[in-house]
T-cell receptor, first 111, second 112 residues
Framework: QKEVEQDPGPLSVPEGAIVSLNCTYS??????FMWYRQYSRKGPELLMY????GNKEDGRFTAQVDKSSKYISLFIRDSQPSDSATYLCAMRVSNDYKLSFGAGTTVTVRA | NAGVTQTPKFQVLKTGQSMTLQCAQDMNHEYMSWYRQDPGMGLRLIHYSVGAGITDQGEVPNGYNVSRSTTEDFPLRLLSAAPSQTSVYFC???????????FGDGTRLSIL
């Protein structure tokens, strides 16, 4: 079993829809949670960075962490064609540089 | 400010050949790392460095060597390329172990 599980999709939604992405994990020591966005033939870029449980909002993006369920989510409101990309979840334990990544979910927003 | 720069962008090798993937960052980051990305596998850590002169193994280190003689550069060496090393390789850096990692745009490597 992988340490971090992420539904690979692909996910196709119409413009303006809410996109919901999620990851589950098995290591209860994970405390820092990230979402990266990766456009085709580009490197991952950091989208959201959260610590422990709770919600964090940044514009149209909301990240949720539920440590009791070992479950994290990313919501994209009012999705745009420019949001079409692969979204990767990542997480790590405190004071450890190494990240554990999900496999990524490919999202297409149709105009 | 270029961020993390990887060269080359594309490379085709024959089995048994060796090569070095270059990674340079201009952000004065202490931490640097190499990942490979394969379909359905996500990003897997190959090697990482917490400062000049210090390197350590990640999840999939076999067949790869690294060194860190300067803060800016962190090259990845394939000693004897194998088809299983066909992948996209990403270099990343961060200021500290508690700061987010910044990625380069990758090197796409094919081993025939």
């Amino acid at each position: 079993q992988k340490e971090v599980e992420q539904d690979p999709g692909p996910l196709s939604v119409p413009e303006g829809a809410i996109v919901s992405l999620n990851c589950t994990y098995s290591n209860s020591a994970f405390q820092y949670f990230m979402w990266y966005r990766q456009y085709s033939r580009k490197g991952p870029e950091l989208l959201m960075y959260t610590y422990s449980s709770g919600n964090k909002e940044d514009g149209r993006f909301t990240a949720q962490v539920d440590k009791s369920s070992k479950y994290i989510s990313l919501f994209i409101r009012d999705s745009q064609p420019s949001d079409s990309a692969t979204y990767l979840c990542a997480m790590r334990v405190s004071n450890d540089y190494k990240l554990s990544f999900g496999a990524g979910t490919t999202v297409t927003v149709r105009a | 400010n270029a961020g993390v720069t990887q060269t080359p962008k594309f490379q085709v090798l024959k089995t048994g050949q060796s090569m070095t993937l270059q990674c340079a960052q201009d952000m004065n980051h202490e931490y640097m790392s190499w990942y490979r990305q394969d379909p359905g596998m996500g990003l897997r850590l190959i090697h990482y460095s917490v400062g000049a002169g210090i390197t350590d193994q990640g999840e999939v280190p076999n067949g790869y060597n690294v060194s860190r003689s300067t803060t800016e550069d962190f090259p990845l060496r394939l000693l004897s390329a194998a088809p299983s090393q066909t992948s996209v390789y990403f270099c990343a850096s961060s200021y500290s172990n508690n700061q987010p990692q910044h990625f380069g745009d990758g090197t796409r490597l094919s081993i025939l």
